[in-house]
């Protein structure tokens, strides 16, 4: 009698809850999203007048596989890259590089073994991230490997040796544009 008794309150309370979110959403305020005010011609704006970044995030492309233009290949879906033009002017050092590691990403590639995949490939990832930002911070919360980047806004670098993953972000607003440097 008594898991009866327990089973229908647990039934009635999320009844209750249901109703309550649904009344919420009927009742609350039109919400403005990015894509509607992008449409309108309007950014949304934080208080002091920059444009809001804050929200949560998510990419749905390939360049997590490979920013330039690409076929398929084993274990890479093709796609369109995020390069203009869709491909880097490689020195030839370099474009051996990036190919001995294309071919040895299997063992090599720190995502096969869970590991922070870096900037700005993590911003490519399928995985949604969150942007807080305040007048002086911009932080990026991501959901893949929980990981953090702090952008602060308006100051310097530290001194010394800077041995961050993901480096020292430090910006400045360009009138609509987030200028970075990365240390």
């Not at 920059?50 to 490979?66: E, F, H, Y």
């Not at 063992?107 to 399928?126: A, H, N, S, V, W």
């Not at 360009?174 to 240390?183: A, P």
């Amino acid at each position: 009698m008594t898991s009866r008794v327990v089973r229908s309150t647990i039934v009635i309370a999320s009844v209750f809850v249901m109703l309550g979110a649904v009344w919420f959403q009927m009742n609350r305020e039109p919400v403005e999203t990015a894509a509607a005010a992008q449409g309108s011609g309007s950014l949304p704006r934080t208080a002091d007048g920059k444009p809001d970044l804050s929200g949560i995030w998510q990419v749905l492309i390939t360049a997590a596989w490979n920013i330039e233009d690409h076929q398929a290949s084993k274990g890479v879906p093709a796609g369109q890259g995020v390069v203009e033009g869709g491909e880097l002017p490689y020195l030839p050092e370099a474009l051996a590089k990036r190919n001995e590691n294309f071919k040895n990403r299997l063992t090599l590639d720190p995502e096969t073994k869970c590991f922070q995949p870096g900037m700005p490939r993590i911003m490519y990832m399928p995985y949604p991230f969150q942007i807080v930002q305040t007048p002086t911070y911009i932080g990026l919360l991501f959901e893949y490997v929980h990981t953090t980047r702090h952008i602060r806004l308006n100051s310097e670098h530290p001194e010394g040796p800077i041995e961050w993953t993901l480096g020292d972000t430090r910006a400045r607003w360009e009138g609509d544009t987030l200028v970075t440097d990365v240390t």
